[in-house]
Antibody
Framework: QAQLVQSGAEVRKPGASVKVSCWAS????????IHWLRQAPGQRLEWMGW????????KYSQKFQPRVTITRDTSANTAYLELSSLTSEDTAVYFC????????????WGTGTTVTVSS | EIVLTQSPGTLSLSPGEGATLLCRAS???????FAWYQQKPGQAPRLLIY???SRATGIPDRFSGSGSGTDFTLTIHRLEPEDFAVYYC?????????FGGGTKVEIK
């Protein structure tokens, strides 16, 4: 069945960047959008952006621009999230999630990646 | 940005009871663009309902969604032990996509 497996936990210092990967299996990668979201401890889910895995087009939440970049590698069935200029407020669990084109709910979720920003 | 407010914050119920969870949007959302998720501690969210009332694949029929405009409801009939979790609503009608603050359904 469809699965999204994310890269492992990361620790970064303030001001650094982080890149998280999301490997898809069990379905045709380019038939669905990949979203990136995050959840800080005890907080609600926060949508960061999506990538059209077929065209490579992206859409970002203004809150994270220009720090966020979402890309995909169709040959590797993998999507990536890169977030720069990290602060302690970026400490969270980051999720990738699959969803249909044009109707942006998320029907398959990744395993989650904890990113800790600490000096 | 559309703000979603969920109520109550916590619902204390016993297995077998019914639960009604509310989500109010700060602006009207077309029902086509509304979803509900369940999240358990340490896990990713799971899609329950999309398009306000359509159950996702594999979701039992004790979960139902309804609503339109600014008021949406998730109803759980006859709570099972595995249903005690946090539930989030989401709108995907306008950018940025936004989520509610969650309702925790706990065992009484």
């Amino acid at each position: 069945q469809a699965q999204l497996v994310q890269s492992g936990a990361e620790v970064r210092k303030p001001g650094a960047s982080v890149k998280v990967s999301c490997w898809a299996s069990g379905y045709t990668f380019t038939y669905y959008t990949i979203h990136w979201l995050r959840q800080a401890p005890g907080q609600r889910l926060e949508w960061m952006g999506w990538v059209d895995t077929d065209s490579g087009n992206t859409k970002y939440s203004q809150k994270f621009q220009p720090r966020v970049t979402i890309t995909r590698d169709t040959s590797a069935n993998t999507a990536y999230l890169e977030l720069s200029s990290l602060t302690s407020e970026d400490t969270a669990v980051y999720f990738c999630a699959r969803g249909p084109f044009f109707y942006y709910y998320m029907d398959v979720w990744g395993t989650g990646t904890t990113v800790t920003v600490s000096s | 940005e559309i703000v979603l407010t969920q109520s109550p914050g916590t619902l204390s119920l016993s297995p077998g009871e019914g639960a009604t969870l509310l989500c109010r949007a700060s602006q009207s959302v077309a029902s086509t663009y509304f979803a509900w998720y369940q999240q358990k501690p340490g896990q990713a969210p799971r899609l329950l309902i999309y398009a306000a009332s359509s159950r996702a694949t594999g979701i039992p029929d004790r979960f139902s969604g309804s609503g339109s405009g600014t008021d949406f409801t998730l109803t759980i009939h006859r709570l099972e032990p595995e249903d005690f979790a946090v539930y989030y609503c989401q709108q995907y009608g306008s950018s940025p996509l936004t989520f509610g603050g969650g309702t925790k359904v706990e065992i009484k």
